[in-house]
């Protein structure tokens, strides 16, 4: 392997290109005195001993009297293994500290958090948050051929299968076409409670959700894709109730009919 991919892997493992030179210089030549390592690799006097003293702290060198030694690279790669281990378990423990911070953050601002998305890449950033493990219902409403006409084989293919693997359940609200029609039929399958709209009557050209404390709202008018997602509970609770009283409703209207 070339010095300089070797110098890039120590610089990924947390060395600047000097400190990476310097080590390198170690390993080749062995024990090394400063005024030798400085004159070698053409750098400053101070620098350098600047740089050992930080190569020091990190474990990658040990100094004897004089002479400065490379640790054994093996010892480097249990050190950095530790610090992986490490990284791993602060981020398990943020995200689980996360819904505490995100609260306190949106106190401390006072007002709906917006995000704005844009595109076909933008859309499906939000569906992916629609469609994230959640242990209540998402709530929503669409034409699901909007969806098909810009994202062919999406919500079978992709949408579904993500969801069903976490166990999510929806409600929607569909718009009466044969798609939907399908979708319908297999809605216990596919942990599903659908009830299909009149196309004509009760157009949907967009799509809604209400999940958590968020309301997520698509636009698939074709060159102008659009996606918000909006964080207040408030306005989600009063959509999600909107919604459930129309599913209660409609359930009811279509019990009492049979």
């Keep these: 392997m070339e010095k300089t991919q070797l110098e890039l892997l120590l610089i990924s493992a947390g ?3 000097k400190e990476a030179q310097i080590y390198l210089y170690l390993l080749e030549k ?3 005195k400063a005024l030798t390592i400085f004159e070698k690799l053409k750098m ?3 620098n350098t001993y600047a740089l050992l003293e930080k190569l020091t702290q990190k474990g990658f060198i040990l ?6 030694s490379p640790n054994p690279p093996q010892t480097i790669f249990f050190q950095l293994e530790e610090k992986a281990e490490m990284l791993n378990n602060s981020l398990n423990n943020f995200k689980s500290l996360l819904p505490k911070l995100n609260s306190m953050y949106k106190l401390s601002l006072g007002k709906p958090t917006i995000r704005y998305y844009e595109g076909k890449e933008g859309l499906v950033e ?6 994230s493990p959640k242990t209540k219902p998402v709530y929503g409403a669409v034409d699901a051929d909007k969806i098909e006409e810009i994202f062919l084989g999406l919500s079978e293919g992709k949408l ?12 929607v609200l569909f718009n009466d076409t ?3 029609q399908k979708l319908h039929q297999m809605d216990k399958k596919q942990l599903r409670e659908s009830i299909l709209l009149d196309k004509e009557k009760y157009p949907l050209p967009a799509e809604i959700e209400s999940y958590e404390d968020k309301v997520a709202l698509m636009s698939f008018k074709k060159g102008d894709f659009l996606g918000l997602i909006i964080e207040n509970e408030e306005f989600a609770l009063t959509l999600r109730s909107i919604l459930k009283f129309l599913f209660d409703h409609l359930r009811s209207c279509k019990n009492s009919k049979k």
């Excluded at 100094?63 to 400065?68: A, R, S």
């Design 15 to 17: 060395l600047n290109k």
């Design 30 to 32: 062995g024990p090394t």
């Design 44 to 46: 400053k006097k101070g």
């Design 63 to 68: 100094k004897k009297g004089p002479l400065f």
């Design 126 to 131: 939000v569906f992916k948050d629609v469609y």
């Design 160 to 171: 579904i299968p993500t969801r069903l693997k976490t166990g999510l359940k929806v409600k």
């Design 178 to 180: 044969p798609l939907a």
